[in-house]
């Protein structure tokens, strides 16, 4: 079956970096784009980030474009999120997600940005 395993949230002052991972099994990752999503404490939620299956295009939300890089390593079945700069607003549980017919999630790594 699809599982996906988030890792490398904590909790880190603002203008710093943390770089997360999720590995995947049960499908043949190198086949499916790949996307992170946040959900912020009481809000929705949202699309943070795809990379393309061979990892040919990318694409961010607006907010964290310039900050934050989606990258893949189909040999490990492991898509990662580098994030820096992070500010306060980035405080969210992260989850990955794949299109595997309906939508499979990982149990999510939480993000704390604080002083």
């Known amino acids: 079956q699809v599982r996906l395993v988030e890792s490398g949230g904590g909790l880190v002052e603002p203008g710093g970096s943390l770089r997360l991972s999720c590995a995947a099994s049960?499908?043949?990752?190198?086949?499916?784009?790949m996307r992170w999503y946040r959900q912020a404490p009481g809000k929705e939620r949202d699309w943070v980030a795809t990379?393309?299956?061979?990892?040919?295009?990318?694409n961010y939300v607006d907010s964290v474009k310039g900050r934050f890089a989606i990258s893949r390593d189909n040999a490990k079945n492991t898509v990662y999120l580098q994030m820096n700069n992070l500010q306060p607003e980035d405080t969210a549980v992260y989850y990955c997600?794949?299109?595997?017919?309906?939508?499979?999630w990982g149990q999510g790594t939480q993000v704390t940005v604080s002083s």
């Open positions: 997600n794949v299109r595997y017919g309906p939508d499979f």
């Open positions: 049960g499908f043949t990752f190198s086949n499916y784009a």
């Open positions: 990379i393309a299956n061979n990892g040919a295009s990318r």
